[in-house]
């Protein structure tokens, strides 16, 4: 039995989720990430039934959570280019409609990152490596930040 391969551009797990409203989710993406719509099927009523949209090297798959469904938002982190890149995109989300969840800051494990909430209740953790950390490093930085950090 020959192999199908997966779609050009899908990795091994595809991220998905299922929210209301999720053409202002995918509104959201463009302006906030600049995603760009691989695929898309909009049902009777107008809504999106099935939508691929690709962010980077990545896409995640989405539609309206409808008849009877109830909602599966996602949590997603979106990996950026640098400190500045966290800083932008979120600015950006915020913009594009998204509440803030956590500001930029940077992370005791060597990251930077921001957290915010896309209309249809995804929560989107935009980052990137600032410092580049051994396993033990981050230990002890956990450690002495005792129960601050959960």
Known sequence: MPKIPRPEGQHTVTPAFAVPEAAKVLDFMQRAFGAEVVDRYDGPEGVIMHCEARLGDSVVMFGEAAHGMEPMPAMLSYYVDDAAAVDATYRRALDAGATS???????????????????????????????????????????????DHC
Request: proline share 4%.
């Open 101 to 147: 969840e956590s500001e930029p800051k940077d992370q005791f494990y060597g990251w930077r990152s921001a957290t915010v909430r896309d209309p249809g209740g995804n929560r989107w953790t935009i980052c990137t490596i600032v410092e580049e950390l051994t396993r033990e490093q981050i230990m002890e930085r956990m450690a002495a930040m005792g129960d």
